[in-house]
């Protein structure tokens, strides 16, 4: 059984930071890759990035590069996302996932294993 538990989303002003939290229990997630996923309402889920297990092999969309950093603390099972320069388009729910492998696949369906999501919500 594993479990994913979000932390650390709010309301803030555009322009402002939040950083995200995912701590992970249950099986051993340590070698597998994790990464942050968003969904807008009447949206789809996206990626916003991913990470390796040794914390490299690192991803961004687009529209979030240069503002935010993944990162992880493999030893305490946790992973990071520190959101700089918010904008009203970063507004979402925001989860973290756990991939099948150490391999950080892009593609949704390769991550089994899923928090509940954190509100972010950027006012203009």
């Known amino acids: 059984q594993v479990q994913l538990v979000e932390s650390g989303g709010g309301l803030v002003q555009a322009g402002g930071s939040l950083r995200l939290s995912c701590a992970a229990s249950?099986?051993?997630?340590?070698?597998?890759?994790m990464g942050w996923f968003r969904q807008a309402p009447g949206k789809e889920r996206e990626i916003v990035a991913t990470?390796?297990?040794?914390?490299?092999?690192?991803y961004y969309r687009d529209s979030v590069k240069g503002r935010f950093t993944i990162s992880r603390d493999s030893a305490e099972n946790t992973m990071y996302l520190r959101m700089n320069s918010l904008k009203p388009e970063d507004t979402a729910v925001y989860y973290c996932?756990?991939?099948?492998?150490?391999?950080?696949?892009?593609?949704?369906?390769?991550?089994?294993?899923w928090g509940q999501g954190t509100q972010v919500t950027v006012s203009s």
């Open positions: 990470i390796n297990w040794i914390g490299s092999g690192i």
């Open positions: 249950g099986r051993t997630l340590s070698t597998r890759a």
């Open positions: 996932a756990s991939a099948r492998s150490s391999y950080p696949s892009l593609l949704i369906a390769d991550y089994p294993y």
